[in-house]
């Protein structure tokens, strides 16, 4: 019997602890793969807006959708993105999304008001397993897709972390919220060993 066996070879980086200070060597990483693979479509968490810079900077020529937390996500009104980093990642050409997360809408009002927990924080809390990063990767880039910034027939690179900086990158098969047991995490680039 012959059985041929197929598969891809390729080096995780895993880095010792989660955080900001991995941030440059994820962006670099994740670029390497982009054009090893010929992604054109990059996803990027950023909340100041800091990474959102750096990744419009290492990413310009490329489709890149930066996903900012959505206004009052801390307090009423406030958007933590910055202005000024707002101006420089446009200036970069790269897109920011600002919306309600995939992964906290209505049932996180209904869980604080009466105490209960509903299907997606049951599916956020088990992508955190992995690591806050995926969880976010994997919720920007159906935010991405929802808002119709990234093509549903073309890999994804998303990009994220916890807080600040970006310590996480995947290689993903995008969809929309409605599908998204559809979704394909292809790869890990990069994600930290512990959080």
């Known amino acids: 019997m012959n059985i041929e066996c197929s598969y891809i070879r390729r080096v995780t980086t895993y880095f010792n602890k989660a955080g900001p200070q991995n941030t440059d060597?994820?962006?670099?990483?994740?670029?390497?793969?982009?054009?090893?693979?010929?992604?054109?479509?990059?996803?990027?968490?950023?909340?100041?807006?800091s990474t959102?810079?750096?990744?419009?900077?290492?990413?310009?020529?490329?489709?890149?959708?930066?996903?900012?937390?959505?206004t009052g996500l801390r307090e009423p009104g406030l958007q933590e993105l910055s202005e000024e980093n707002r101006r420089?990642?446009?200036?970069?050409?790269?897109?920011?999304?600002?919306?309600?997360?995939?992964?906290?809408?209505?049932?996180?009002?209904?869980r604080d008001k009466f105490n209960t927990i509903y299907p997606i924080e049951i599916i956020a809390e088990t992508?955190?397993?992995?690591?806050?990063g995926v969880k976010v990767a994997?919720?920007?880039?159906?935010?991405?897709?929802?808002?119709?910034?990234?093509?549903?027939t073309?890999?994804?690179?998303?990009?994220a972390g916890r807080?600040?900086?970006?310590?996480?990158?995947?290689?993903?098969?995008?969809?929309?919220s409605t599908r998204f047991f559809d979704l394909i995490v292809k790869e890990i680039i990069a994600k930290p060993r512990e959080w």
């Open 138 to 152: 994997i919720e920007i880039t159906i935010m991405a897709m929802d808002a119709g910034l990234i093509p549903h």
């Open 154 to 159: 073309e890999d994804v690179i998303a990009i």
């Open 52 to 70: 959102g810079v750096k990744a419009s900077e290492i990413f310009k020529g490329f489709n890149v959708v930066i996903v900012s937390h959505f």
């Open 127 to 132: 992508l955190k397993i992995f690591g806050h």
């Open 163 to 176: 807080r600040s900086g970006a310590d996480t990158a995947l290689v993903i098969r995008p969809v929309n």
């Open 25 to 49: 060597e994820t962006l670099k990483l994740a670029k390497e793969r982009a054009k090893e693979l010929n992604i054109k479509n990059i996803v990027v968490a950023s909340v100041s807006g």
């Open 88 to 110: 420089k990642i446009e200036a970069n050409g790269a897109k920011i999304l600002t919306c309600t997360h995939a992964f906290m809408n209505v049932e996180r009002a209904i």
